[in-house]
């Protein structure tokens, strides 16, 4: 007798979990995360906050695929951001030239552009946050992290499935 009923339930959570899984107003679905771009600029540590307010985090980039998707992304709507230069998550703020995203996951693959990460060079050694920017096509630069910039939010879905909906099952 229990069974069909644990099984309707089943059935209802998967509809459940697939409604939720749809991304909020405003941001983009790439496999399991949602992302956006808000039309404001802050400094790095700002915008770890604003990010986190919308229930996101800085974008990580956790492989290429992930990252390749966030440059689609930019290259259709770059002109919408003036100029086109964004925050993401990762930063050696911790330990000099040692990267990692703000999560404290490592960055396990590199996609920096030519001669960087340069720490600012010689007159400045105070570069500690990584942005991307049109003009160099998305590479990855070290930049002083008190600059403000456009930034990208990532959004994971399973963190908020399993975040808002703990109840339910059981
Ligand atoms: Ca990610
Ligand atoms: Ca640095
Ligand atoms: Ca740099």
Redo the contacts with the bound molecule.
Sequence with gaps: MAAPAQFCIFILLVKLVAVCAECPDGFTRHGTSCYTVPHVKADWSQATVVCKELGAHLVEFEDATEERFVHGFLSLHWRAYSPPEFWIAGNDILEEGHWQWASGKPVTFANWDDD???N?GDHDNN?HCMEVKQKDQWKW???ECQEYRFFICEMPITDNIGGSQPGIIG
């Design positions: 960087q990460p340069d600012g570069e630069n070290d930049q």
